[in-house]
């Protein structure tokens, strides 16, 4: 494939992945300040950014950078699911669409886009923005109102913000902020175009899309560990008051498989899960052993699973505790895990720009890109 370029001064070279990563897949880790190609090259990064993958897989973003390519005025940006076109909203309210080939305006400066809300492609290239307290779709240079506008939320008094992150077929996924940050960490209503499907928290990996099915975590407060099950295509698919459910990952055939802890508000601080699969027959997929967790399960083409076994260690320093987090990126496939690779932070001086889990809730798109 291509070379792709220099990151702090060393050079990434993209190569299909080799080794121990399954054949055709592409898995870009970090390791603390170590950022790998599973199969190819290893460079060292800064800041810590969501890691992607364009969406033919051979262009690498790590936030707003488009290695080899282009340093853009964002933190994030959304690839289209096909070829190398991303798309992102500036701070005076712009949509810009980028190709190799440059940029050019999709919406002009003023158009009043929400640049922190986010945004989504649909397979056939559709894009769903926010602006202001309306969810608009642009469609081949046309924008349209799908939702909006929001009546302001009763009980903050605040706007309500749409904030699209997925489609299943023709139709947008969204939250419903509720105009505060802390009301919004305890749940927010999750949409499909106008019709609400239920209450979740506002993570990505929380809601998964496997063609025409989405599975989503259901529940209050922010405790990942607190009363959640799993619900798909809208009945409740975990049936399982004894556990807490996490991060649903799903097939287009109806296969289900998600994280699982025990149900207790306070077992956020250590928790301790394994993976099951819910569809179509119930079983307990992994055992991580005792102060590991299993997360951020994958479920790949030739049905293997891909997820990360980490743990959390912390360090007195100074009146605080600052946290280590390592793990590996494990594959279990027809019946035999094996690890793929490292990942985590190992530097205690990175906490200064990560903060590490969220009331047991694991964000790995710092660390872990993978496609298809």
Not at 176 to 199: F, I, K, M, N, Q
Request: aromatic share 10%; proline share 6%; charged share 20%.
């Amino acid at each position: 494939m291509r070379v792709l370029a220099c990151v702090a001064g060393a050079v990434l070279l993209v190569a299909a992945s080799a080794g121990a990563a399954p054949r055709g897949l592409q898995l870009l880790v970090r390791d603390g300040n170590h950022l790998t190609l599973a199969g190819g090259r290893t460079i060292d990064v800064g800041p810590f950014r969501s890691l992607a993958f364009s969406g033919d897989g051979r262009l690498v973003s790590i936030g707003g950078t488009i290695v080899g390519h282009a340093r853009l005025p964002t933190r994030t940006l959304a690839w289209a699911p096909t070829g190398e076109r991303a798309a992102y909203v500036t701070s005076e309210g712009a949509v810009v669409e980028w190709t190799p080939r440059g940029k050019r305006f999709v919406e002009r400066k003023g158009w009043g886009a929400t640049w922190w809300a986010g945004l989504a492609w649909s397979a056939d290239g559709a894009l769903a923005v926010p602006r202001g307290n309306s969810l608009w779709v642009i469609r081949d240079g046309s924008a349209t109102r799908l939702v909006g506008p929001l009546a302001p939320d009763s009980g903050t008094g605040g706007p309500d913000i749409p904030e699209p992150f997925a489609w299943v077929g023709d139709h947008v996924l969204w939250w419903r902020w509720p105009g505060s940050g802390s009301v919004a960490a305890d749940g927010v209503d999750l949409y499909e175009d106008a019709t609400r499907l239920g209450t979740t928290l506002m993570y990505a990996d929380y809601t998964a899309v496997c063609g025409t099915h989405v599975a989503f975590v259901e529940g209050i407060d922010r405790e990942s560990t607190d009363n959640k099950k799993i619900v798909f295509d809208g009945r409740d698919a975990s049936r399982d008051p004894l556990h807490s459910w996490s991060t649903p990952a799903c097939s287009p055939a109806g296969r289900l498989v998600a994280a699982a802890s025990r149900n207790d508000p306070n077992a956020f601080r250590e928790p301790h899960r394994a993976l099951w699969q819910l569809l179509p027959q119930r079983r307990q997929l992994t055992r991580p052993p005792w102060g590991w967790t299993d997360e951020d399960p994958r479920v790949l083409a030739d049905g293997s699973l891909l997820f990360v076994r980490t743990r959390l260690t912390s360090k007195r320093d100074v009146g605080t505790w600052l946290d280590t987090q390592t793990g590996r990126v494990m594959l279990l496939e027809r019946g035999k895990l094996r690890q793929v690779a490292q990942i985590g932070y190992l530097n205690i001086d990175e906490l200064k720009t990560y903060l590490g889990p969220y009331y047991g809730h694991y964000d790995w798109s710092p660390f872990l890109a993978v496609h298809p």
